[in-house]
């Protein structure tokens, strides 16, 4: 066995080995045959390795400029690139201090990315009532979205606005009239970029369209209006905003994906502004949840098909609302073993860039889903298996940490998850420390300047 396949058999080997004890028999054996395969685990190892760590060399001199050789580095990631995330629904609206405070240590603790609400029955129940701000009105699950912008800054948290435009959760004043419909959304677009656009850098701009229903004001059979949407809202929001495209579960899978991968190719054709392709996946039952777990649908390798197969349209892609359920007798191992499972393999997607799990908490979804359990903690804010399994993911098995040594010219190599990284450099009895960002997007080498 070369050098290569052994670095790869090891976190395979570990990756089975820790399935196991978070309880593999919780599985059915159609997933064990499929998730175990020793060729798909390859796959998503060796995806992880090529498209979420890069080198980084640093280059480490004095004040004179002149190389320090000798030196003893150690570099240990603080953040990640990659986006990591949980809609914020009920930030500040539980029933103590000390829940809404335990909320928040539970999302920062693991999460970098937070979806905001902004559906127009929350943002304008009543005409008029425009609830973008404090103090406005308490709606549970839909806080005023200014909320969120000090949290965010204060927590290094990426915020992502959801949605813009949706056949659902609109309020009943709305016309039934299309051009009427149509002259509110642009009020409406133009009242969020303004207030929103430089604060958040992510938005859903069409969500589920293609499960939209024919009751819908602007519903045709082509979907005209996603790309009408897509023109409006690029002429009001900052360029430096990414409008994404988001639909349900099924297209996920294959053959229901080739009807998503073939409109996006449309729109795109035809000049809509997508910066992002979103794909939800839930199941709000225990019941979904074990069929689909024994279904030919729940194959990982044609999972990573599909999505390489959109990665073909240059676009970032994100995996935007997730349900695994906890309900029923042994199901917190089963929904953290799916979780660890599912984590692994859209982490490995070579253009995925977040990956968002939809309530954090048992009892936060809207009714008639909280049956499932579907949170990543109990109804008291205290962590399930699951959430340990992302906490060791995201915060160690993801994250990289190395004691280097500079050679002659000063130099330092290391290879790494892409995120930002603290850099400390000890040199004759004395310490400096350096913020150094390692990114995908644009590796170079980091100068590193000690003062005497």
């Known amino acids: ?101 335990r909320y928040e240590e539970m999302f920062t603790n693991i999460f970098n990315f937070a979806t ?169 039952r225990r019941g979904n949840l074990d069929a689909f777990l024994k279904s030919p649908q729940c194959d990982p390798a044609k999972l990573l098909d599909v999505y390489e197969k959109f990665g073909g349209f240059n676009l970032p892609l994100f995996i935007t609302e997730i349900t695994i359920p906890s309900a029923g007798e042994g199901s917190d191992e089963l929904q953290a073993e799916v979780v660890r499972d599912h984590y692994r393999l859209w982490f490995s997607a070579p253009t995925m860039a977040g990956i968002t799990w939809w309530n954090l908490g048992d009892g936060t979804a809207v009714k008639g889903e909280n049956e499932a359990k579907g949170g990543l903690v109990d109804g008291d804010l205290k962590p399930k298996p699951a959430y340990r399994a992302l906490e060791k993911l995201i915060n160690e098995e993801w994250k990289t940490k190395s004691q280097l040594q500079t050679e002659g010219r000063g130099n330092a190599t290391f290879r790494g998850f892409y995120g930002k990284y603290r850099v400390t450099v000890f040199r004759a009895g004395k310490t400096q420390t350096f913020e150094i960002n390692h990114s995908r997007k644009k590796t170079e080498s980091h100068k590193l300047v000690l003062v005497e």
Not at 62 to 67: E, Q, R, V
Not at 149 to 154: E, M, T, V
Not at 182 to 202: D, M, P, T, V, W
Not at 247 to 269: H, M
């Open 1 to 101: 066995m070369n050098v290569t396949a052994k670095m790869c058999a090891l976190p395979i080997a570990i990756a089975i080995l820790q399935s196991l004890a978070m309880g593999q028999a919780q599985t059915p054996a159609e997933y064990q045959k499929l998730w175990r395969d020793p060729a798909v685990n390859a796959r998503i190892e060796g995806n992880i390795e090529k498209y979420r760590k890069g080198g980084a060399m640093l280059e480490i001199v004095d004040a004179a400029g002149k190389p320090v050789a000798g030196a003893r580095v150690e570099v240990q990631q603080t953040g990640h690139e990659f986006l990591f995330g949980c809609n914020a629904f009920v930030l500040g609206q539980l029933s103590t201090p000390e829940l809404n405070g």
């Open 116 to 284: 905001v609400p902004f559906y127009w029955e929350g943002t304008e129940p009543t005409k008029g009532e425009l609830r973008y701000s404090e103090p406005s009105r308490g709606i549970w699950r839909r806080p005023p979205p200014d909320r969120f912008i000090p949290w965010a800054a204060k927590n290094n948290i990426t915020l992502k606005g959801h949605p813009l435009l949706w056949h659902g959760h609109n309020p009943a004043w709305l016309p039934k009239n299309a051009d009427e419909l149509c002259e509110l959304y642009r009020k409406r677009f133009g009242e969020i970029a303004g207030q929103f656009g430089n604060k958040i850098s992510i938005w859903d701009g069409v969500n589920e369209s293609l499960v939209c229903g024919t009751n819908y004001p602007l519903y045709s059979m082509d979907r005209a209006y996603v790309a009408w949407a897509f023109g409006e809202e690029s002429k009001v929001f900052p360029s430096t905003c990414a409008l994404l495209i988001n639909d349900v579960t099924e297209f996920n899978f294959s053959p229901a994906s080739d009807r998503y991968f073939a409109q996006v190719k449309a729109l795109l054709a035809g000049g809509a502004n997508i910066k992002g392709i979103g794909f939800q996946y839930h199941y709000f």
